[in-house]
């Protein structure tokens, strides 16, 4: 009986210490390359100056991207795979220095959005608050990344 007391209490204490989360991110770590070159030598480059590795914002937007509901509507799912595989774009050419493949996945966002924000009339009440709950946090971390780009 102590036996099985103490490796409950085992159990539970190993069980809710703080561990690592896992990272369920589409964007794996295989993808990012460890050498970037120095500091200086990325000042010396113009383009865009942001890791997205290291950057809260962009795995937020990597973590919002692997999380996101899935919904009865048909449609209103194409468009949200659309708006995925736009949001993963952004991430990889921003991680690539690649400002006109940024410009074009955000131009391509955009009309994802304004497609899922004419499809969303069709939703109950809930599902629609869960929906606008993911794009406002979409919108406002690629607006922070889009501010933090611009003040490099």
């Not at 979409?138 to 611009?150: F, P, V």
Request: aromatic fraction near 8%; hydrophobic fraction near 35%; proline fraction near 2%.
């Amino acid at each position: 009986m102590k036996r099985l007391l103490f490796f409950g209490v085992l159990t539970i204490i190993t069980s809710s210490c703080a561990t690592e989360k896992p990272n369920f991110s589409p964007l794996s770590t295989s993808f990012y390359s460890e050498t970037k070159g120095s500091d200086s030598d990325r000042g010396a480059k113009n383009n865009i100056e942001i890791n997205v590795k290291d950057n809260v914002n962009a795995s937020e937007i990597s973590n919002l991207i692997a999380t996101f509901p899935q919904f009865k509507n048909t449609a209103l799912n194409d468009e949200i795979t659309s708006l995925k595989y736009s949001l993963q774009n952004y991430l990889y050419a921003i991680d690539a220095n690649n400002a006109s493949g940024k410009n074009r996945a955000i131009k391509n966002f955009e009309k994802s959005y304004k497609k899922i924000q004419k499809l969303r009339e069709n939703l109950n009440k809930d599902d629609n608050e869960v929906l606008n709950r993911y794009l406002v946090r979409l919108k406002t971390n690629i607006s922070a990344i889009e501010d933090s780009i611009k003040r490099n």
